[in-house]
């Protein structure tokens, strides 16, 4: 099956400091990536989608400066938490969707935890 | 816009027990919806996909229905194992747009030896 791989897969980091998450495709092409947040024991929520050689779209009531995303290839989108804060601490998880695939499945990483402190 | 709920939020059974998970979305415009498991501090795993046109999903002692019309998916589970325990999450895509996934809140299930 198809391989979505994130790292780091734990962060700590200081309030103030900026953050780097990254999401690859191993096995296959993704020209659109989401990303997602959770806060413990609730559920996932979509933060935004990447896509390849364009500008993210932003889901309501998520700040674009402070959660910056770059999809500059076909197997790889990133995430940055720029000034981290406490509230920003959270699981962040990525997932992909095959390039030219019609069933529209979706395929996660393992997620990233970061902690501010 | 799409909500998805998941009943029961969560549920304990003795190993051995078939069982079934709900869930419910109020908007019946979707492409997909998928199962998924997720273990503590951990991403998620795909169980099973069902697409719009699909009535349900099989997979080993995993089987999912669709009930589009209504609304509604169940997961059920044969034959509980303790290596069931784990949250289930169910999510549907819609049929316009970026397809992305909009998810219920899951039902933590704990299967005791």
């Known amino acids: 099956g198809a391989v979505v791989s994130q790292h780091p897969s734990r962060v700590i980091c200081k309030s103030g400091t900026s953050v780097k998450i990254e999401c690859r495709s191993l096995d296959f092409q993704a020209t659109t990536m989401f990303w997602y947040r959770q806060f413990p024991k609730k559920s996932l929520m979509l933060m935004a989608t990447?896509?390849?050689?364009?500008?993210?779209?932003?889901e309501q009531g998520v700040e674009k400066d402070k959660f910056l995303i770059n999809h500059a290839s076909l197997t790889l989108s990133t995430l940055t938490v720029t000034s981290a804060h406490p509230e920003d601490s959270s699981f962040y998880i990525c997932?992909?969707?095959?390039?030219?695939?019609?069933?529209?499945?979706?395929?996660f990483g393992e997620g990233s935890r970061l902690t501010v402190l | 816009k799409q909500e998805v709920t998941q009943i029961p939020a969560a549920l304990s059974v003795p190993e051995g027990e078939n069982l079934v998970l709900n869930c419910s979305f109020t908007?019946?415009?979707?492409?997909?919806l998928q199962w998924f498991r997720q273990d503590p501090g951990k991403g998620l795993t795909s169980l099973l996909l069902?697409?719009?046109?699909?009535r349900e999903q099989t997979s080993g002692r995993l089987n999912a229905s669709l009930d589009k019309s209504s609304g509604r998916s169940t997961l059920y589970i044969a034959a509980s194992q303790p290596g069931d325990s784990a949250t289930y999450l169910c999510a549907v895509s819609q049929d316009t747009g970026r397809r992305a996934l909009t998810f219920g809140s899951g039902t933590r299930l704990q299967v005791q030896p």
């Open positions: 997932s992909a969707r095959l390039a030219g695939a019609n069933t529209g499945e979706l395929f």
């Open positions: 908007d019946s415009a979707i492409y997909n």
């Open positions: 069902i697409q719009s046109s699909q």
């Open positions: 990447s896509n390849e050689g364009s500008k993210a779209t932003y």
